[in-house]
């Protein structure tokens, strides 16, 4: 009797330890192997969810076939109270443990939204509140209550946010992604500053943001940059009018309809370069890093003067006659 419950024993221990074996051959191939997916999904992991409802879910998304190998795993790996939640992007050839690394790294699903060079405030936040992975926040969106929000509420919010492709997960709010444009802004301009030319007609690194936003409205061609600065720069230190016709477009705001008139000219506003002297009180747009250097390295010469050929690119002149010729030929087609 002794000897057959020994040998029931050993059999139970040896049909265990088999079936451990092959639970964990199992286990092992199951997580090396592919998820249940034809294509890439989308899957979201809310806060406060466990492994064990996350694993459900997974199954119930069709994206898992087995949840019990997939917490077991997770427990026996140490992962399951490192999983982050946030909205993840997950590849249709991904295995088990690598959807279980993904979860443990953080790394959410990324948004993307560029600020365009020349953009407007009111054409940034358009797009800011046209993007559906940005959560919207802010009840009052006025510039004043936006400005303060993000740290600078003396300034305008005019040319304030830097031109890039950022991107972001789901959930970040519009406050948030306008405090990081704004910070880089700040960063890039700074930069720029510490490293500006001599002598240069501007009280501080604002004044090159304001003019910085000038060439970037009048020209999309690199190698007109410092071209374009230099002519403002010595009409600014002769105390001649910038007479910069996206100064005169942004004074007119919504009743531009994509043509000036001379009566336009002459409109009574700080904005308005043809009327005064000096440059406009805020930036006119979004100016990006090579419009900022462009003002802060003006080219030297005499030209002060410069007109659109049509073609993107401009005309320079030294003298108001050869300029006055120019515009004849280029603008009036004389």
């Known amino acids: ?68 190998y997939f917490t077991l795993s997770g427990r026996l790996k140490g992962m399951e109270n490192r999983i982050k939640a946030g909205e993840y992007l997950i590849p249709a050839d991904i295995t088990p443990l690598q959807l279980l690394g993904l979860f443990v790294e953080g790394k959410v699903k990324q948004y993307l939204l560029t600020l365009i060079e020349g953009w407007t405030f009111s054409e940034v936040m358009t797009a800011i509140y046209n993007h559906p992975a940005l959560d919207k926040t802010l009840a009052d969106t006025s510039t004043e209550t ?38 880089r802004l700040q960063d890039v301009l700074s930069q720029e500053w510490e490293q500006r030319a001599e002598n240069l007609p501007y009280a501080h690194a604002y004044d090159a943001l304001i003019m910085a936003s000038l060439i970037e409205k009048e020209t999309g061609l690199s190698q007109e940059r410092d071209r374009i600065a230099g002519v403002f720069v010595r009409r600014l230190e002769k105390g001649m009018r910038l007479q910069t016709d996206p100064t005169v477009i942004y004074a007119m705001g919504q009743s531009f309809d994509g043509n000036i008139r001379r ?19 805020t930036p006119i747009a979004l100016a990006g890093r090579e419009a900022i250097h462009a003002a802060l390295h003006p080219k030297e010469g005499k030209e002060l003067y410069f007109v659109a050929r049509g073609d993107g690119s401009h005309h320079f002149s030294e003298t108001l ?14």
């Open 321 to 334: 006659m050869e300029h006055n010729k120019a515009v004849r030929k280029y603008q009036l087609r004389h």
């Open 146 to 183: 936006i400005m303060t929000a993000i740290g600078s509420p003396e300034l305008s919010p005019e040319g304030q946010f830097y031109p890039d492709t950022y991107h972001f997960p789901r959930g970040t709010t519009e406050l948030a992604f306008l405090q990081r444009a704004h910070q």
């Open 263 to 281: 009566k336009d000219l002459d409109i009574d506003s700080p904005y308005n370069t043809y009327r005064y002297t000096g440059l406009p009180p």
């Open 1 to 68: 009797m002794k000897q057959t419950i020994l040998s029931l024993f050993y059999l139970l221990l040896v049909v265990s330890m088999l079936t451990a074996i092959w639970l964990g051959m199992d286990i092992r191939r199951y997580l090396n192997q592919p998820v249940s997916l034809t294509e890439d999904t989308t899957y979201t992991i809310r806060p406060g969810m466990n492994l064990s409802a996350i694993s459900r879910n997974l199954q119930e998304a069709g994206i898992i076939s087995k949840p019990l």
